[in-house]
Structures are given as structure tokens and as C-alpha cells.
């Protein structure tokens, strides 16, 4: 196996060279949607941020314990509720920029022998973007790169032409035994 790129500087990357493209959109492309049932772009990034909440407190707590059984959210849901349409685009940018900053930072100061820990008991079966079944061995360093593979999927959302700067690292990303 390739040795692996530092997960926090592919999101500190990501997170700076998106910052600028995604504050030249304005509210009014934002708001759009492209039929009723499908999340705008301010949608979209709203639930990035929310993402981003949710596996910050996973990646600390993380640290704290044996396994990785994490609870889960209700995605459109906390859409709906936080109205993410009503916000300035300028303001949600800022705030997703932010709050993935912090998480490339508790990335970067995360141990390596607790990232790459082996863990038997998970639930990454039911709540990452790309699963592990129930009964295989994962790390909270696949979790941290599965996170930043499903805000690539996102930002490809927003802008269809949008290179993944993980690219094949995620593919070939197995835990370290």
C-alpha cells in the first residue's frame, strides 16, 4: 500500500481552494433547485455543514473510546429545520470553511496509532458514505478519509466539472494492521 496522504491537509486543501470558487456563486443560483424534491446549492452545503458537525464530535469521541459506534442523524430533517434557503450565501461559505478547518485540525493533532487503530466493534455499516460491513475491521482514519470523500461528492454536486483532489487514494485505503 501506498503510504497514505495526511487526510488534514487534503481537507485544508480542498477547503481552500473551493472557499473561493463556491463565494463567486451568488444567493439568487443558490436558491435554486433543480425540481422540488432536490436540494439547492445553499441545501446542499448546509447539509456539508451539518456533516461536518456531526463527525466532529465523532472524530473527538473517537479518541475516548474502544469502538466506533456513533449515533446517526436524520439528514433531510436537520435540512428542513436549520432552512438553510433563508441564510446568505456569503455566511454558510464562511461557516462550512470554518468548521472544516477545525476538523482538519483535530484530523492533524489526532494520534496515529489511534487513527489507524484497529476496530472491531462499528457501526460504519450504517452511517459512513462508503460502508464497512458489520463484521470487518476499520480505523477512524478510514472514517476521516470516507468524510472527506463524501464532501467531494457533494462539491461534484455544485459544480459537475469539480476534480476530487482524494482521487484514487480513497480506493485503495485500507487500515494499517
Sequence with gaps: MNTPPQTAT????????????LLKLTDTETFQKATPRKWS?????????????????????????????????????WVRVQNYQSRSWNELVELWAQYNLQLAHVMHFT??????????????????????PEDE??????????????????????????????GSYENNFHIQS
Design 137 to 166: 475491521l476499520t480505523s477512524l482514519e478510514y472514517f476521516m478519509v470516507d468524510y472527506v470523500a463524501h464532501l467531494e461528492h457533494h462539491l461534484k454536486q455544485i459544480f459537475p466539472n469539480y476534480e476530487t483532489v482524494l
Design 41 to 77: 446549492t445553499k441545501e446542499i452545503l448546509g447539509h456539508l455543514i451539518d456533516s461536518a458537525s456531526n463527525n466532529h464530535q465523532r472524530f473527538v469521541r473517537a479518541q475516548f473510546k474502544s469502538d466506533m459506534v456513533f449515533e446517526g442523524y436524520l439528514q433531510a430533517e
Design 10 to 21: 487534503l481537507l485544508k486543501e480542498i477547503i481552500l481552494s473551493a472557499k473561493p470558487i
Design 111 to 132: 494520534p496515529k496509532d489511534i487513527r489507524f487503530r484497529s476496530v472491531s466493534k462499528h457501526n460504519l455499516h450504517q452511517i459512513a458514505f462508503k460502508t464497512v
